[in-house]
């Protein structure tokens, strides 16, 4: 195996989470019975430029060319932050109606759609059938396909170049990333900027958020690998932002070099992961371990609360969730069902652990005794959501970083897991 970005040798894997289905095939009732494949999901990092990497590539047909499940987040915070993200963008770089923004896994269109209300031209490729047509429904025009250079191709002749170009989430799900930058040079203005977000691996390491590990995933994205890399291409990161959204990600602004003053975060950002050793083995496999425990403190926890008769189902089946009830091994013999506000996911089974997925209404129906949050990133606007399972005594449990028990009835607080070594 060799890095995706410098091509290097040697990689050195510090975290394996099993063999685990792809995260987002969700089975219909029908295709229970049907074999499922499990994939290995470790990670490696690589000691030259430093990037973070699963070990094993899962074709991208069989991760979202199959009635793909996933849609941009539909929370309020999403919404907030996808407006946020079009309107900052629009007014900095001063784009108007003859400016061209394309996104590339745009998904149903939320961030082109906020990119158009401020009446700019917008175009979206994705590869998912499924989604696309959500996403036409909602007046996004969208290239059904991946992006490649005869996408480009298409583009150009059909809309010119664009002055922006945005890859939300999604930069870090390619593999041929040389392929992809030369696409994405083609088809920019000389002017023009790329602007990338995704999870930052610092955070991932920091706050233990190895749910979001999964393997439409392929690079955990760090500011030292993505220098050296765009410096190929002749581009240069010339700022970033910081966004708390998925547990803390990274918006990262990249233009042809010399085109643009470079921001002093950039330089920050680089001194920090230096200071925390980011990319060093011993600082991962410590980080290693302690995904180990956590996993021990949650299977204690949920066990625990079994053993004195609790009901116990998930809230929300993001992706990262499934990375966490595949690696943790927790079924149906745990959680009753798991709740969803997706219709795409509704009225199926959850990959590998096969638990059902119900609509959110059945938690205040069934009023259960705990609430697993899966989705941990929007922890407070779903207990918001969901107050009155609260108010009737259900409690929900929060699992990452540290398993803890979250008590909103009035007067109520947060308690936290008890560690291993008194249990």
């Known amino acids: 195996m060799v890095c995706r970005m410098c091509k290097g040798s040697g990689l050195e894997m510090f975290l394996d989470l099993g063999f685990t289905p792809p995260a987002d095939q969700f089975q219909r009732k029908e295709q229970l019975r049907e074999p499922s494949i499990y994939y290995p999901l470790q990670v490696a990092i690589c000691p030259s430029c430093g990037l973070a990497q699963l070990s094993h590539v899962v074709s991208p047909e069989v991760l979202y060319r199959n009635d793909y499940p996933y ?11 996808w407006d946020e993200f079009a309107r900052s963008t629009t007014e900095r770089f001063e784009l108007g109606p003859k400016d061209l923004v394309v996104d590339i896994g745009s998904n149903v269109g939320v961030l082109l759609s906020a990119f158009k209300s401020s009446g700019v031209r917008v175009l979206g490729v994705d590869p998912a059938p499924n989604i696309v047509r959500i996403a036409e429904k909602r007046g996004i025009e969208t290239v059904s396909e991946f992006f490649s250079e005869d996408v480009v191709t298409h583009i150009l002749k059909t809309k010119g170049p664009t002055t922006v170009i945005t890859a ?16 994405v040079i083609h088809l920019l203005k000389e002017d023009g900027v790329f602007i990338l977000e995704a999870p930052y691996f610092a955070n991932l390491v920091k706050h233990l958020e190895y749910d979001t590990i999964y393997h439409e995933h392929l690079s955990y ?17 010339f700022d970033i932002g910081l966004r708390d959204i998925h547990g803390g990600s990274f918006r990262v602004f990249v233009s042809r070099q010399g085109k643009r003053p470079t921001s002093p975060i950039v330089a920050k950002l680089l001194e920090d992961e230096e200071k925390m050793g980011l990319h060093d083995l011993k600082t991962l496999k410590q980080f290693s371990q302690a995904v180990e425990n956590n996993r021990q403190e949650l299977l204690w926890l949920l066990r625990s609360l079994k053993r004195k008769g609790s009901r116990i189902v998930g809230v929300s089946a993001p992706a990262k ?31 590998g652990t096969h638990i059902p997925v119900l609509s959110d209404d059945e938690l205040i129906r069934q009023q259960p005794d705990y609430a697993l949050l899966l989705a941990w990133n929007f922890a407070d606007e779903i207990m918001e959501n969901l107050k009155s399972f609260g108010e009737a005594g259900g409690k929900f449990i929060i699992p990452i970083p540290t398993p803890q028990v979250v008590d909103k009835q009035p007067g109520k607080t947060t308690v936290p897991v008890l560690p291993l070594a008194r249990v």
């Open 71 to 81: 849609e941009s987040s539909i929370t309020k915070t999403g919404h907030r932050h």
């Open 321 to 351: 969730g499934m990375t966490l009830l595949n690696y943790c091994r927790i079924g149906t013999e745990t959680l009753d069902f798991v709740t969803e506000k997706s219709t795409l996911k509704i009225g199926r089974y959850t990959p």
């Open 168 to 183: 939300t989430n999604v930069f870090a799900h390619v593999d041929d990333l040389d392929s992809f930058m030369q696409a």
């Open 221 to 237: 994205l760090s500011v030292k690998p993505l220098i050296r890399f765009f410096a190929k291409f002749g581009m240069e990161i």
